[in-house]
């Protein structure tokens, strides 16, 4: 199974940008799907995640201003990201669990300016 993450990019402080990450092989009945990030001299961490089931879970930080989403015929999960913050500029990665295999993303940098 490979990821392949998109939509990354430069955006002002207050707009919008949606990634997208598409698995190519199977990944029927996965256990979750999410994005992490990780910021210069940070550890990666949890953005949004979201169970086969459809339940979501997010980062404080980000509630009420991103949303996760799959399109399971299509191996695809977004994330919607409104209202972005200085503080969300970081390299997004995508992350799938199947069964007790997980995959990683390469990564899509997204920078928010002032």
């Known amino acids: 199974v490979q990821l392949q993450a998109s939509g990354g990019g430069l955006v002002q402080a207050g707009g919008s940008l949606r990634l997208s990450c598409t698995a190519s092989?199977?990944?029927?009945?996965?256990?979750?799907m999410g994005w992490f990030r990780q910021a210069p001299g940070n550890q990666r961490e949890l953005v949004a995640r979201?169970?086969?089931?459809?339940?979501?879970t997010y980062a404080d930080s980000v509630k009420g201003r991103f949303t996760i989403s799959t399109d399971n015929a299509k191996n695809t999960v977004f994330l919607q990201m409104n209202s972005l913050k200085l503080e969300d500029t970081a390299v997004y990665y995508c992350?799938?669990?199947?069964?007790?295999?997980?995959?990683w993303g390469q990564g899509t940098l997204v920078t928010v300016s002032s």
């Open positions: 992350r799938v669990e199947v069964g007790v295999r997980v995959y």
């Open positions: 092989g199977s990944i029927f009945n996965y256990n979750v």
């Open positions: 979201i169970r086969y089931g459809g339940s979501t």
